[in-house]
């Protein structure tokens, strides 16, 4: 993880989505931001590239904030599962 934080606004900005989509998204778990509540979140630089992919996501299929949620653990499930059939691959006799 980054050691730099970015505040609401900035995090805003840079990555495509409004506000009341990012506290949206807080809600629904895909961003865990330090701080009590939205003037005093900070998001980590790094979470910028997850963001930006979610405005994609959302703007591209009109996902809202639960679907793009789901979305994004398919994702991350999906991608688990490629790896451990590329583990088990390497383990075959050839």
């Not at 900005?13 to 989509?21: F, N």
């Not at 865990?32 to 963001?51: K, S």
């Amino acid at each position: 993880m980054s050691g730099e934080l970015i505040v609401l606004l900035e995090f805003e900005s840079a990555s495509g989505l409004t506000r009341a989509e990012i506290i949206e998204l807080v809600e629904v778990g895909v961003f865990a931001p330090q701080g009590e509540g939205p003037e005093d979140w900070r998001f980590p630089e790094d979470a910028l590239a997850l963001a930006r992919e979610a405005a994609r996501l959302m703007a591209g299929f009109d996902l809202s904030a639960p679907g793009l949620a789901l979305v994004l653990s398919y994702r991350d499930r999906l991608a688990e599962l490629e790896e451990r059939i590329r583990e088990l691959e390497c383990r075959l006799p050839r």
